[in-house]
């Protein structure tokens, strides 16, 4: 029976599970084909007879399909979706907790946070991230642009209302999320260049918009380990391109957080004295008419602050509740940055080390699937993210501990408030997808070398 080149191409391609690398495998096959027709010609074959032998030299379709999908094959993270699943029903539980004690209102946002994060991670697990190497400038401009959304948003609420307290971040969240993205593309193409540094310089800048000393902070930490992944440090040229980069960046960071304190002294400067200085803690608390201390204005900076979250530590229990979190009003944000000094409080430290091993297991899970990625892009936006997120995890855990300065960082899959499950939800389905086609997105040399 005659077989027809077209359709043996075909049958091989609908069979390929991975459908981004059809066509190039068609285009492989048929030069292959081509090369190997012109062979048989050479020896003596007509046209037809040499086309005909060339097909039979494939072999039979099914097993070159077979072949294929062992070498592109998608490596999905079954361990590491289990334990992200845990860690939303824990948020949703510990959110309940939250609104039984009266400490938020209520948990529509967190659901509408987790489906759209859910809905979203569909998509991004599917998508072929490599191209969007080649619109890194766009990404990076986008993500600019949710930065200055969110510093009008900002602005607007306070028209509305001087006193605001809560600044609105979200878009701040995907500003970090685009900026990881589109700087791990620039890198890889400019390298050591003025270009890269002053996207990171931008970027960084565009955060004292919305306020947040804190991710200032955590962005600069972030690029300054993905630099150091994508420059190593071995001629002497390049340690000096590099140390260059990591004091532009961290003078960057800290002229950003001057120009916030510019405007804001009494909270980030008070915040870190009262942690180190206590004559400082004791110089901003306010006597009043029984010569006794009260609250100043800035609660959660004051010596109080630091003074009940010891007391609060002190008295939490291996299991349940503790008896000090009667007072609802004992300490500020309980849905953010001191998240997990209420889940002590409310379950105690057992359930709590086991909760912090559950982040721990997927920050570490994270970590090891990087060390299977080929593709360079790939990984230095798994680097970026598990960067932010370890950082964050770190901080949030010790800023409840009472182990250093309050500030707003959230603690990844547990901080409720704002879109901070949005984002951790986001961030890993990023890395989950990228950590599936590891073996697909290598250079075309991996099937070259099966067929020839």
Same mark, same amino acid.
């Given at each position: ?76 993270? $079954? ?223 004051? $010596? ?149």
């Amino acid at each position: 029976m005659k077989i027809n080149r077209e359709d043996y191409l075909n049958s091989i391609c609908k069979k390929i599970k991975y459908k981004d690398k059809r066509k190039s495998i068609y285009d492989e096959l048929e030069t292959h084909i081509e090369e190997t027709k012109n062979e048989f010609i050479r020896l003596g074959f007509s046209n037809e007879q040499a086309e005909e032998q060339a097909l039979k030299e494939m072999g039979d379709s099914n097993e070159i399909a077979k072949s294929f999908n062992k070498i592109y094959k998608v490596h999905i993270d $079954y361990l590491s979706i289990i334990i992200i699943l845990i860690l939303l029903f824990t948020n949703i539980f510990i959110t309940n907790m939250l609104v039984k004690e009266h400490f938020i209102q209520n948990v529509n946002s967190l659901y509408i946070n987790i489906f759209i994060g859910c809905i979203m991670a569909i998509p991004i697990f599917a998508i072929n991230y490599k191209k969007l190497e080649k619109y890194a400038f766009l990404i990076f401009s986008i993500g600019l642009l949710f930065a200055w959304i969110s510093y009008f948003i900002i602005q607007y609420k306070l028209l509305i209302d001087k006193n605001i307290i809560d600044n609105p971040i979200y878009f701040s969240y995907i500003s970090i999320l685009l900026y990881i993205i589109a700087y791990a593309g620039i890198i890889r193409k400019y390298g050591k260049s003025w270009k890269t540094l002053l996207v990171a310089i931008i970027s960084i800048i565009s955060l004292v918009a919305v306020e947040r000393i804190s991710l200032i902070i955590l962005l600069t930490i972030t690029y300054l380990i993905m630099t150091a992944n994508q420059i190593p440090i071995k001629e002497n040229k390049r340690f000096y391109t590099t140390l260059f980069s990591v004091i532009v960046l961290l003078t960057t960071m800290f002229v950003g957080i001057l120009a916030l304190c510019e405007n804001k002294f009494d909270g980030p400067i008070k915040t870190i004295l009262t942690f180190f200085d206590r004559d400082t803690q004791v110089a901003i608390m306010k006597k009043n008419n029984n010569n006794e201390f009260e609250l100043t204005k800035d609660f959660t900076t004051s $010596y109080y602050s630091y003074q009940k979250k010891n007391e609060i530590l002190s008295q939490c229990k291996l299991f349940g509740r503790s008896d000090s979190l009667n007072d609802k009003n004992y300490i500020g944000g309980l849905e953010t940055e001191n998240i997990f000094l209420f889940v002590i409080s409310y379950l105690g430290w057992i359930p709590s080390i086991i909760l912090l091993i559950l982040i721990i297991s997927i920050i570490i899970k994270t970590i090891k699937n990087i060390t299977y990625i080929n593709d360079n892009y790939g990984r230095l936006i798994s680097i970026g993210i598990i960067s932010y997120l370890l950082i964050s995890s770190i901080l949030s855990i010790l800023i409840s501990l009472n182990l250093f300065p309050i500030a707003n960082i959230a603690l990844p899959f547990i901080s409720t408030g704002n879109i901070n499950i949005l984002f951790s939800i986001l961030a890993l389905s990023i890395c989950l997808s990228i950590y599936s086609k590891k073996d697909i997105l290598k250079i075309d040399s991996d099937y070259r070398e099966l067929i020839c």
